[in-house]
């Protein structure tokens, strides 16, 4: 005994043969001794086999003293080791093998730690252990931990660089055994389901140990979420649906998270149970669902649900959007879907594919594209079906409308199509807005060549527009088809396109070569949103200088200046005094005085007709 008590306890060469003789007979060490004599015994059993069996009964009957006692040292981690065995645990050991196969040792680095704290993210709580000569022994369950530090004055402190953590068992056989013998085992139970969770299937054995571990009060939130997650995904890959129907009742499914609401939603879809599916759809989002089975359960709750319109709208477009969808759907979302414009058009085009009456969603979209001003390509398409079939007269002006400013205004390309509805409208002898009138005078000038009617429209619209004032540049280019009013034939227009709210001056002077003068400043006339226009008589001959100032908020913006001269004859026959002045300009400019004869007396007899036969009011 005081040859023990001398020893240093972590020399392990071997004991004297008369030590070891003599505790064989007589052993009443304690168990902190006795410990150390059998660890030095186990680890020199090669060299004295002799001695390791002679020992080995009542090393087994140590062991399990100890087990029961809880005790545990480096001492007995060797004989744990060494001597226990699967075929050793029954239902009164299994808690305390369990417990000793969930132990760490760490190594404090700090002599002034007194405790070591233990937190697991899987389970509520923690729990203290001490440190003895440096030395802690753990119980970890789980790899997720946190370890801290309590000082010998109580302050704590973050664990990781001030210690070493070695694991002592690793025999999961051995917890698997403890487990069938006492499975009320909760934090052995929980540690055992969390290596489970690292493979990807799961046994039957194994999820039947992770429902029972969901019901623990002990454990934390996330993480019996994250078990229920797995129980969904285990039933979801391999359909039972009685082991289904089972655990579903044991769980809130008001706090799943998205990805376990849309398997057990496809779940109850596959099993037809729709009004359950339907219900836990209320409350997440269709976007994840195999797009079939929304489809499947949409179409079903369609036909029996009159209330709650727009949730299963909103279920009908996402089934929809992915390409899924049937003629009873796509009836619901043309009488019922408000969304976004291409959203909408989208619908529109598949509509097309059953044949459905689209008038009223027609004209659902063109108001809204009107209302938010984004005229898409596809509209005219979509307008023009809807004018075929009896349209609202306010829709068509207001399209029309907006089309021709965006237009004429805004210079937005236009297809042909828009055009030819503008002709129709006049056809059927209905009003239109004066910038449907402008944005067609506009589109004809522009073209090569123009047929009887068209030239008739155009000049019942031109002379309708200038007798409002309402004069533009190109209306000139009418004159190879049709007879121009004489205030337009015989000017010279200038045109500039600012803000709506800006002030446009034009300062302007006519080239003189006898004396220079100075710029006159006049405003321009604003003739339709934005677009000014100021009107000359510039004679043959005649040259003009002039430059543009814009103001709008205070700021001043001035162009470059600009020349222009009359320098051409008009083939046209003269018609108007002004044509008659500038022939004989013209001809006094090149030298042919019969001609200049002629032209002076024909517009002599012409003025004094005039003046004879007409009185000035």
Same mark, same amino acid.
């Given at each position: 005994?005081?040859?023990?008590?001398?020893?240093?306890?972590?020399?392990?060469?071997?004991?004297?043969?008369?030590?070891?003789?003599?505790f064989g007979y007589n052993n009443d060490l304690d168990y902190i001794k006795k410990s150390y004599l059998y660890a030095d015994i186990i680890n020199n059993k090669t060299d004295n086999p002799q001695t390791y069996r002679t020992y080995l009964p009542q090393m087994e009957l140590f062991l399990k003293e100890q087990l029961m006692a809880g005790n545990i040292n480096d001492n007995l981690v060797v004989i744990y080791r060494d001597l226990l065995k699967p075929d050793m645990i029954n239902k009164d050991n299994a808690a305390a093998v369990a417990k000793l196969f969930h132990i760490r040792r760490v190594t404090v680095?700090?002599?002034?730690?007194?405790?070591?704290?233990?937190?697991?993210?899987?389970?509520?709580?923690?729990?203290?252990?001490?440190?003895?000569?440096?030395?802690?022994?753990?119980?970890?369950?789980?790899?997720?931990? $946190?370890?801290?530090?309590?000082?010998?004055?109580?302050?704590?402190?973050?664990g990781g660089k001030d210690c070493t953590i070695t694991t002592l068992f690793d025999d999961e056989s051995i917890v698997k055994r403890c487990l069938e013998l006492n499975p009320d085992m909760e934090n052995v139970m929980i540690g055992y389901c969390d290596r489970m969770l690292k493979y990807p299937k799961q046994s039957v054995d194994s999820i039947e140990k992770i429902k029972e571990t969901i019901s623990y009060g002990c454990i934390s939130e996330p993480y019996r979420k994250k078990l229920i997650s797995r129980v969904i995904e285990y039933y979801y890959d391999g359909f039972d649906a009685d082991g289904f129907? $089972?655990?579903?009742?044991?769980?809130?499914?008001?706090?799943?998270?998205?990805?376990?609401?849309?398997?057990?939603?496809?779940?109850?879809?596959?099993?037809?149970?729709?009004?359950?599916?339907?219900?836990?759809?209320?409350?997440?989002?269709?976007?994840?669902?195999?797009?079939?089975?929304?489809?499947?359960?949409?179409?079903?709750?369609?036909?029996?649900?009159?209330?709650?319109?727009?949730?299963?709208?909103?279920?009908?477009?996402?089934?929809?959007?992915?390409?899924?969808?049937?003629?009873?759907?796509?009836?619901?979302?043309?009488?019922?879907?408000?969304?976004?414009?291409?959203?909408?058009?989208?619908?529109?085009?598949?509509?097309?594919?059953?044949?459905?009456?689209?008038?009223?969603?027609?004209?659902?979209?063109? /108001?809204?594209?009107?209302?938010?001003?984004?005229?898409?390509?596809?509209?005219?398409?979509? %307008?023009?079906?809807?004018?075929?079939?009896?349209?609202?007269?306010?829709?068509?002006?207001?399209?029309?409308?907006?089309?021709?400013?965006?237009?004429?205004?805004?210079?937005?390309?236009?297809?042909?199509?828009? %055009?030819?509805?503008?002709?129709?409208?006049?056809?059927?002898?209905?009003?239109? $807005?004066?910038?449907?009138?402008?944005?067609?005078?506009?589109?004809?000038?522009?073209?090569?060549?123009?047929?009887?009617?068209?030239?008739?429209?155009?000049?019942?619209?031109?002379?309708?527009?200038?007798?409002?004032?309402?004069?533009?540049?190109?209306?000139?280019?009418?004159?190879?088809?049709?007879?121009?009013?004489?205030?337009?034939?015989?000017?010279?227009?200038?045109?500039?396109?600012?803000?709506?709210?800006?002030?446009?001056?034009?300062?302007?002077?006519?080239?003189?070569?006898?004396?220079?003068?100075?710029?006159?400043?006049?405003?321009?006339?604003?003739?339709?949103?934005?677009?000014?226009?100021?009107?000359?008589?510039?004679?043959?001959?005649?040259?003009?200088?002039?430059?543009?100032?814009?103001?709008?908020?205070?700021?001043?913006?001035?162009?470059?200046?600009?020349?222009?001269?009359?320098?051409?004859?008009?083939?046209?026959?003269?018609?108007?005094?002004?044509?008659?002045?500038?022939?004989?300009? *013209?001809?006094?400019?090149?030298?042919?005085?019969? *001609?200049?004869?002629?032209?002076?007396? $024909?517009? /002599?007899?012409?003025? *004094?007709?005039?003046?004879?036969?007409?009185?000035?009011?």
């Amino acid at each position: 005994e005081y040859y023990m008590a001398s020893r240093n306890q972590t020399d392990m060469s071997p004991l004297p043969k008369m030590v070891t003789m003599y505790f064989g007979y007589n052993n009443d060490l304690d168990y902190i001794k006795k410990s150390y004599l059998y660890a030095d015994i186990i680890n020199n059993k090669t060299d004295n086999p002799q001695t390791y069996r002679t020992y080995l009964p009542q090393m087994e009957l140590f062991l399990k003293e100890q087990l029961m006692a809880g005790n545990i040292n480096d001492n007995l981690v060797v004989i744990y080791r060494d001597l226990l065995k699967p075929d050793m645990i029954n239902k009164d050991n299994a808690a305390a093998v369990a417990k000793l196969f969930h132990i760490r040792r760490v190594t404090v680095n700090n002599k002034n730690y007194a405790k070591v704290i233990v937190r697991h993210k899987e389970i509520k709580g923690e729990t203290e252990f001490p440190v003895l000569k440096n030395t802690a022994f753990i119980q970890t369950y789980t790899d997720n931990v $946190s370890i801290s530090f309590v000082s010998n004055r109580g302050n704590r402190f973050n664990g990781g660089k001030d210690c070493t953590i070695t694991t002592l068992f690793d025999d999961e056989s051995i917890v698997k055994r403890c487990l069938e013998l006492n499975p009320d085992m909760e934090n052995v139970m929980i540690g055992y389901c969390d290596r489970m969770l690292k493979y990807p299937k799961q046994s039957v054995d194994s999820i039947e140990k992770i429902k029972e571990t969901i019901s623990y009060g002990c454990i934390s939130e996330p993480y019996r979420k994250k078990l229920i997650s797995r129980v969904i995904e285990y039933y979801y890959d391999g359909f039972d649906a009685d082991g289904f129907e $089972s655990f579903i009742k044991t769980i809130d499914e008001s706090n799943l998270s998205g990805k376990d609401a849309v398997r057990i939603m496809e779940i109850r879809i596959i099993m037809g149970e729709y009004d359950k599916a339907y219900a836990l759809l209320k409350n997440h989002s269709a976007m994840n669902i195999v797009p079939k089975r929304l489809m499947k359960m949409c179409s079903k709750k369609i036909s029996c649900v009159e209330e709650e319109k727009k949730r299963l709208v909103e279920i009908a477009y996402i089934a929809f959007s992915q390409g899924a969808y049937d003629d009873n759907i796509l009836k619901y979302l043309i009488a019922y879907y408000n969304g976004a414009t291409d959203k909408m058009v989208e619908i529109w085009k598949a509509a097309g594919e059953i044949e459905e009456d689209t008038f009223e969603f027609e004209e659902r979209i063109l /108001a809204q594209m009107m209302f938010t001003g984004k005229i898409t390509d596809i509209s005219i398409h979509i %307008f023009s079906h809807y004018c075929s079939r009896g349209p609202k007269d306010r829709i068509v002006k207001a399209y029309l409308s907006l089309n021709s400013y965006l237009y004429f205004v805004k210079e937005c390309s236009m297809p042909e199509e828009l %055009f030819e509805l503008i002709e129709a409208w006049f056809e059927n002898e209905k009003s239109l $807005s004066d910038v449907c009138k402008m944005a067609l005078l506009k589109y004809y000038s522009s073209q090569e060549k123009l047929t009887e009617y068209r030239k008739e429209l155009a000049s019942v619209n031109l002379y309708y527009l200038a007798r409002k004032g309402i004069v533009f540049p190109f209306y000139q280019s009418f004159e190879k088809w049709i007879h121009l009013p004489y205030d337009i034939s015989d000017r010279t227009m200038i045109e500039y396109k600012a803000d709506p709210k800006s002030r446009v001056v034009i300062h302007y002077m006519y080239e003189s070569k006898e004396h220079k003068k100075k710029y006159v400043a006049e405003d321009m006339k604003q003739v339709y949103e934005g677009i000014f226009v100021k009107q000359f008589v510039l004679f043959y001959g005649e040259t003009m200088q002039y430059y543009i100032s814009e103001e709008t908020d205070g700021k001043k913006n001035v162009t470059d200046s600009v020349t222009i001269s009359n320098n051409c004859i008009r083939p046209l026959k003269s018609e108007g005094r002004y044509e008659m002045l500038n022939d004989i300009i *013209a001809s006094q400019d090149t030298h042919e005085p019969e *001609a200049l004869k002629i032209l002076v007396h $024909s517009y /002599a007899v012409n003025n *004094a007709v005039t003046e004879q036969m007409f009185t000035m009011l």
